[in-house]
Nanobody, 123 residues
Framework: QVQLVESGGGLVQAGGSLRLSCEVS????????MGWFRQAPGKAREFVAA????????VYADSVKGRFTISRDNAKNTVYLQMNSLKPEDTAVYYC????????????????WGQGTQVTVSS
């Protein structure tokens, strides 16, 4: 059974940093792209960042470009999201997911999801 487990969320002041981790078990996903999404209360799930299986050319949402960095360790089956210069508008539940087909930017292109980790940024 495939499982994705996110960790590293929490409460941080604006301007602070957090590092999210997502460990995948049950299968090896070294050949899959991986993505991070987030969902704030009352809003749709939105794309944050994605890394291709080769780890080159990551892509980011404009809202996080220059502040967030996605990376992966295929040997550990783990993907990371380093979040710096956090803003209150970054507050959301963050999800990692395994990409299977289609655009990296759309949730429907991903077929396995974690349970999410809460990130709260206070002003």
């Amino acid at each position: 059974q495939v499982q994705l487990v996110e960790s590293g969320g929490g409460l941080v002041q604006a301007g602070g940093s957090l590092r999210l981790s997502c460990e995948v078990s049950g299968r090896t996903f070294s050949r899959n792209s991986m993505g991070w999404f987030r969902q704030a209360p009352g809003k749709a799930r939105e794309f944050v960042a994605a890394t291709r299986w080769s780890s080159d050319s990551p892509v980011y949402a404009d809202s996080v470009k220059g502040r967030f960095t996605i990376s992966r360790d295929n040997a550990k089956n783990t993907v990371y999201l380093q979040m710096n210069s956090l803003k209150p508008e970054d507050t959301a539940v963050y999800y990692c997911a395994v990409h299977y087909s289609g655009s990296l930017y759309y949730p429907n292109s991903y077929n396995y999801w974690g349970q999410g980790t809460q990130v709260t940024v206070s002003s």
